[in-house]
């Protein structure tokens, strides 16, 4: 069973930075694929981040490219998502979330496959609200 709890949200002005942080429990197969999503109430949902644990590589949104690093420390079982110049639009609740389902079909880990389907991923953690102030 996998479990993701995230922490480090919180409000900054804009032009500041957060690191968000989402420890990760369970099985390194199922949770092989994580990424980073945020949710605007009556917005739809937006993968921003994906990283691939399997080769280190990483996939951004254009949206927070350059601005958001995405990484893992496998040791400590824990997935971070560092904002930087962080901007009023970036307010959301952000989660992380893993796809196993990218790894049993030997994809790479993006964005694109992740986000293919109406389903996504299939674990979720229960989000950390952003809010950035202008």
């Known amino acids: 069973q996998v479990q993701l709890m995230e922490s480090g949200g919180g409000s900054v002005q804009s032009g500041g930075s957060l690191t968000l942080s989402c420890q990760i429990s369970?099985?390194?197969?199922?949770?092989?694929?994580m990424v980073w999503v945020r949710q605007v109430p009556g917005k739809e949902r937006e993968g921003i981040a994906a990283?691939?644990?399997?080769?280190?590589?990483?996939d951004y949104s254009d949206n927070v490219k350059g601005r958001f690093t995405i990484s893992r420390n496998s040791d400590k079982n824990t997935l971070y998502l560092t904002m930087d110049n962080l901007k009023p639009e970036d307010s959301a609740m952000y989660f992380c979330?893993?796809?196993?389902?990218?790894?049993?079909?030997?994809?790479?880990?993006?964005?694109?496959?992740?986000?293919?389907?109406?389903?996504?991923?299939?674990?979720w953690g229960q989000g950390t609200q952003v809010t950035v102030s202008s």
């Open positions: 979330a893993a796809d196993s389902a990218v790894p049993r079909a030997r994809l790479r880990c993006r964005l694109s496959t992740v986000f293919w389907g109406p389903t996504g991923p299939d674990y």
């Open positions: 990283i691939d644990s399997d080769d280190g590589s990483t």
């Open positions: 369970g099985d390194r197969f199922s949770t092989s694929c």
